[in-house]
């Protein structure tokens, strides 16, 4: 099982932009479809985004389209989240783990028992 690492996080001001980092050691993730998922105080862990294992496709949650952007490097084994005009309802913890496809489209649901959660990374919006 895989078992994330995420970075990349801080504090930045409405409007703002950051850039998220995913990764996992000693695992290769070129075969996986990976996505990004993030935890609100108070709230459920949501979707955000996602990316095809080569990169092709993608997909993003309502909320965010639009404003991030992921992407990968499979020779650099590593997914980024770009973070750009950011909102304070964007703070959060943000995850990656692997997802499935469904009729070639990945799928903002983490596919369970397949990976073990990482830390995340924290972002907070505000001024």
């Known amino acids: 099982q895989l078992q994330f690492e995420e970075s990349g996080g801080g504090l930045v001001q409405p409007g703002g932009s950051l850039r998220l980092s995913c990764s996992a050691s000693?695992?290769?993730?070129?075969?996986?479809?990976i996505g990004w998922f993030r935890e609100a105080p108070g709230k459920e862990r949501e979707g955000v985004s996602c990316i095809s294992s080569i990169g092709g496709v993608t997909n993003y949650a309502d909320s965010v389209k639009g404003r991030f952007t992921i992407s990968r490097d499979n020779a650099k084994n590593t997914v980024w989240l770009q973070m750009n005009s950011l909102k304070p309802e964007d703070t959060g913890v943000y995850y990656c783990a692997t997802v499935q496809s469904f009729q070639g489209l990945c799928q903002l649901t983490p596919w369970s028992g397949m990976f073990y959660w990482g830390e995340g990374t924290l972002v907070t919006v505000s001024s």
């Open positions: 000693g695992v290769t993730l070129d075969y996986h479809i």
